[in-house]
């Protein structure tokens, strides 16, 4: 069997405007096995319009868009990506609470790591006082922790049974991180 196509996306940054269709976006991918910590009934207007806000005032935020119109197919969004500066002065130089998310039928044809790319072409364009980019992932998670370490990020240990899964049992957290290299 050959890997799925890839799928041609436009990326841009996201807006207050696209909450309904990240919301719609969350759910699907919560609803999948291993797919988000939080569970589809977890994924709120609130939830998605907090991290859109912070994403918006402290960091970065951008969705991947399948579609223009040509096909008479109407623009839908497939992936996002955000994370975002807390508010101590000590991890002033971090962006962290990175989560990504790509529709499942997208999956493995490149908008996730187009995403990822594109987070990290701006943190090392734009924002030069970011010196880290770091994010968590349960241990399970195979696919994203081989996509995260090609693009640079380095695994930095492992929380033991910090994630319940659905059947009850428990599996490690893996926390991963990218330096700036000088």
């Given at each position: 069997?050959?890997p799925?196509?890839?799928l041609?996306?436009?990326?841009?940054?996201a807006t207050e405007?696209?909450?309904?269709?990240?919301?719609?976006?969350?759910r699907?991918?919560?609803a999948?096995?291993?797919?988000?910590?939080?569970?589809?009934?977890?994924i709120?207007?609130?939830?998605?319009?907090g991290?859109?806000?912070r994403s918006l005032?402290?960091g970065?935020?951008?969705?991947?868009?399948?579609?223009?119109?040509e096909d008479?197919?109407p623009?839908?969004?497939?992936?996002?990506?955000?994370?975002?500066?807390?508010?101590?002065?000590?991890?002033a130089?971090?962006?962290g609470e990175?989560?990504?998310a790509?529709?499942?039928?997208a999956q493995?044809?490149?908008?996730?790591?187009?995403?990822?790319?594109?987070?990290?072409?701006?943190?090392?364009?734009?924002?030069p006082?970011?010196?880290?980019?770091?994010?968590?992932?349960?241990e399970?998670?195979?696919r994203?922790?081989?996509?995260?370490e090609?693009?640079?990020?380095?695994?930095?240990?492992r929380?033991?049974?910090?994630?319940?899964?659905?059947?009850g049992?428990?599996?490690?957290?893996?926390p991963?991180?990218w330096?700036?290299?000088?």
């Amino acid at each position: 069997m050959s890997p799925p196509e890839p799928l041609t996306v436009t990326l841009r940054a996201a807006t207050e405007d696209d909450q309904d269709e990240i919301v719609a976006l969350y759910r699907r991918v919560a609803a999948t096995t291993g797919g988000l910590a939080r569970s589809a009934d977890e994924i709120t207007s609130g939830y998605v319009m907090g991290f859109l806000a912070r994403s918006l005032e402290t960091g970065i935020v951008l969705v991947a868009v399948e579609g223009r119109g040509e096909d008479g197919a109407p623009p839908r969004i497939v992936g996002e990506i955000h994370a975002w500066r807390g508010p101590l002065e000590v991890f002033a130089h971090v962006l962290g609470e990175l989560t990504v998310a790509v529709l499942p039928e997208a999956q493995g044809r490149g908008v996730g790591r187009m995403l990822f790319a594109e987070l990290l072409r701006i943190v090392r364009e734009s924002w030069p006082d970011i010196e880290r980019v770091e994010l968590i992932t349960r241990e399970s998670n195979a696919r994203a922790i081989a996509l995260y370490e090609s693009l640079g990020l380095q695994r930095e240990g492992r929380l033991e049974g910090r994630i319940r899964r659905a059947d009850g049992g428990l599996e490690a957290d893996i926390p991963m991180g990218w330096l700036r290299t000088r």
